[in-house]
């Protein structure tokens, strides 16, 4: 996360619990979330049935790095969510994955993380690109302790010229059961197409409810709409008012699966109160 994005976020007190898309703090103040932490709270801080297989997991003692099933599973689970996938590699970290993608692009390391052109995420098609690089990391909603790397290529050999590294080593059980669990969730979801009305229902209910002014939403993807040297700004209000948005301006804030008309009304009042300088030709 840049320097500017992270002091941002030092704004928010204390975390002493998450539950879905809600952040309670240690001063009794509830925040709604409307960053998914570069991708990785899509699905909310912490996923639906993320305990069970954690702890599972845990029981049987798979928290070394040991050969296992489980890679070749991700990879398999990987192409049945993404059909034009035809080839993935399981490497141990997110970083690492775009380290090794921006490597073959010939371009150098970059920090901080993430480097947003080198990554595809869930929903990925509402994100506007200009190219599409050869390799990518894939962004599993997946929280950061529990993510993995995950490289994919839409050629059949596009991860072939890659040579092996330093994060081509055995993954965890417990990360590699997390992330399948996940990708699991996430198959299901894209199969019922209840549940995929149920979700574009939730952002059409939030154009409703926040107005369009600060955000121009693609998908569940908010994109600003003001200047970059407001968004601190923006930011400080939103927070002020128990809202939380991507602390990382070129990096989108998205809409929650859950939220009450309560929680998203006040993004009208900032609209109001940012109106002038939003729009200095008013």
Known sequence: ??????????????????????????????????????????????????????????DRGLLSNLPSQWQKRLAEMVKNLFPSVRSVRIVSSQQGAIAIARRFAGLPEREPFPDIAFCRFVWDEYLPRISVPAIMSLILPVPASFSLGILVSDIESGLEEVPQGPEDECIDGLRSAVNLHVLSRLVSCGKAAKDRSRIEEAWERFDTLAGNSLFERCGPWLFPKYPRDLHERVFSACLSRRILISPDYDFPSSVPAVFDEGEIAPLRDISALMDAPLRPDA
């Open 1 to 58: 996360m840049a320097g500017r994005a992270k002091s941002l976020l030092e704004q928010l007190p204390p975390i002493r619990r998450t539950r879905g898309f809600r952040l309670y703090a240690a001063n009794g103040i509830r925040y709604l979330s409307l960053w998914s932490d570069y991708g990785r709270a899509l699905l909310g801080f912490k996923p639906e049935g993320l305990q069970r297989v954690a702890k599972s997991t845990i």
